[in-house]
């Protein structure tokens, strides 16, 4: 267990939650020994808390065989100490539980389950979600991604009675920054541990607990590890850096095209890997090259990334 402000015991530790892209190659098919290498090095140099499948990971396009394959891959490229995370997304209830079966037949214990997005959730039928996953599978740990993609962004009072129900549900994660909703969940469920994005962590870490949710820390793991251990004045400041990336970001997108978040995660991940594509699966459009070295171009000075070997 790990302690929180106000002597709170929290289900999950506040470390750094970086996610495990899946390169493609040119006809679509996953590139396995690309996909080793930067699992390794992630674990090595960044963080042994390590997730597949969210929707940075394309969890949400993968087919079955995809899946199993990836998964497969996943579990015989990761290292010792590896903390692994498989993410879950699906409209069907009955094939997260399938899938959640599959990681835990090849000794994954940890997942991380999405809403289904067909259509917003009442809480009867959330509490049915929480009871088919968490409660059926006690063994296992459970992160909720809460995003407003799922049609339901859950709260305060929400977690508090979810988390009483299910002692395995451990974690929360949450982009953007509305403070209002972080507090409302930190106060009313402060077992459950929260991760947020860069800007949402600097904003909460200094009066709570919270883990680093890497996003734009993706594109500089030794950044990103000083921005998690940092407080105060020092967090701020770095704060600040990680706005200019953002900047660069932005600014090197097409801002007539929008891309799902994973064409973000690829570009920010190819600035640390250097021959890692941009594709994703189709339909989903993705930027091209000029744009990550408009990105590049962009970078705030010193802001220099080892290469992948």
Not at 8 to 13: H, Q
Not at 21 to 42: C, K, Q
Not at 102 to 113: A, I, K, N
Request: proline content about 6%; overall charge neutral; some cysteine.
């Amino acid at each position: 267990m790990y302690v929180l402000f106000m002597n709170v015991s929290k289900r999950y530790p506040p470390v750094i939650l970086a996610t495990c892209p899946i390169p493609w190659t040119e006809r679509d098919e996953f590139d396995d020994s690309l996909f080793s290498r930067v699992v390794v090095r992630l674990v090595k140099d960044f963080t042994p808390h390590v997730y597949l499948f969210g929707t940075a990971g394309e969890g949400y396009a993968v087919t079955d065989r995809q899946y199993k394959a990836i998964l497969r891959t996943f579990r015989e490229t990761l290292p010792a100490a590896a903390e692994p995370m498989i993410g879950i997304i699906s409209l069907s209830l009955g094939t997260i539980v399938e899938r959640i079966a599959l990681g835990r037949e090849m000794d994954f214990r940890s997942f991380q389950l999405s809403l289904p997005s067909w259509g917003a959730l009442t809480d009867l039928e959330t509490d049915r979600f929480f009871a088919e996953t968490c409660g059926r599978f006690p063994d296992c740990h459970f992160l909720h991604y809460n995003l407003a993609r799922s049609k339901r962004l859950l709260d305060g009072n929400a977690y508090a009675r979810l988390a009483h129900a299910h002692p395995n549900l451990v974690a929360v994660k949450m982009g953007g920054e509305n403070t209002q909703a972080f507090s409302d969940i930190l106060t009313k469920a402060p077992t459950l541990q929260c991760f947020f994005t860069e800007f949402g962590y600097a904003a909460m870490r200094d009066t709570h607990e919270c883990g680093l949710l890497a996003a734009l820390s993706a594109s500089n793991h030794r950044k990103g590890i000083a921005y998690h251990d940092a407080r105060g004045p020092q967090l701020a400041v770095l704060a600040e850096e990680f706005r200019a990336v953002h900047r660069a970001l932005k600014s090197a997108i097409d801002p007539t095209v929008t891309h799902i978040d994973g064409a973000y995660d690829k570009l920010l991940l190819k600035a640390e890997f250097s021959d890692f594509p941009l594709r994703l699966l189709p339909p989903y459009s993705y930027p091209d090259d000029s744009a990550f070295s408009r990105f590049q171009a962009g970078l705030p000075a010193g802001w220099s990334p080892a290469k992948m070997q």
